[in-house]
């Protein structure tokens, strides 16, 4: 088991350093992030370790994307796109909480919550960074009046289609956990999207109203949609 464990850690910090020299995290950034995919990879196994880390590089893709003319109109992310500890675990707590509840229950529906949580997260890292460039026409949430692009709250139909995608990329990675794999497949896509959608909503009124930051927004988003995602599974079966 020690051996394991030494060649988990070994594996997770390859990952940590790449996302380090890659200009994704900071040292903070690294060493929380490497903390939580060994505990993730640990907890949960491959399945959800892979989901966690293609968000990750998703994410950072899509953070660089035409990073320069985000810069110009003053939408893009601070501090070159490089992200530190609060922001790995604001996406990544709810999947950690929702890994050890599985744990302890061996439940399917908390694995649709783990899944739907990693989605909400890589739905709204899309929807956020490429709809800064791509969207058109963004409207807040709250009243669909017209907003300007990477104002908190601001969706676009563009921006809508990336969360889709990004939740629909992580639901492919929890069907070989469970035989529902089309119950599971639509509640991990639904959970994930809907969180995307509560964590501009969020934006919109409590982190403008600056009750919470960025980092909060993001785990509430992460731990709201995990549990939709959650609800919806146990419906459908």
Do not use: C, H
């Not at 790995?88 to 783990?114: C, H, K």
């Not at 919470?212 to 988003?221: E, K, P, Q, V």
């Amino acid at each position: 088991m020690f051996e394991r464990l030494a060649v988990d850690a070994a594996i997770v910090a390859g990952f940590g350093v790449g996302a380090y020299k890659m200009g994704a995290l900071d040292w903070k950034g690294t060493l929380a992030a490497s903390l939580l995919g060994l505990a993730v990879l640990e907890l949960g196994g491959l399945y959800p370790f892979l989901a966690l880390l293609t968000f990750a590089l998703l994410g950072a893709l899509a953070t660089k994307y035409r990073y320069d003319e985000k810069r110009e109109r003053k939408v893009a992310q601070s501090n070159n796109g490089v992200r530190s500890w609060g922001n790995v675990l604001g996406n990544g707590l709810p999947v950690l909480i929702f890994l050890i509840i599985e744990r302890l229950s061996m439940l399917d529906v908390f694995w649709a919550a783990t899944f739907s949580a990693i989605a909400t997260v890589n739905g709204d890292t899309l929807a956020s960074e490429l709809g800064k460039v791509l969207g058109k026409s963004p409207r807040l949430i709250t009243n669909l009046k017209p907003a300007k692009p990477g104002t908190n709250g601001a969706v676009s139909i563009e921006g809508e289609l990336f969360a889709l995608l990004g939740s629909i990329v992580i639901a492919l990675f929890a069907l070989p956990l469970t035989e529902l794999k089309a119950q599971m497949f639509l509640a991990v896509t639904l959970g994930g999207f809907i969180g995307a959608n509560l964590d501009s909503l969020i934006g919109a009124t409590l982190e403008n109203k600056r009750l919470i930051d960025n980092n909060a927004t993001n785990f509430l988003a992460g731990l709201f949609g995990g549990l939709i995602g959650a609800g919806i599974f146990y419906v459908l079966t």
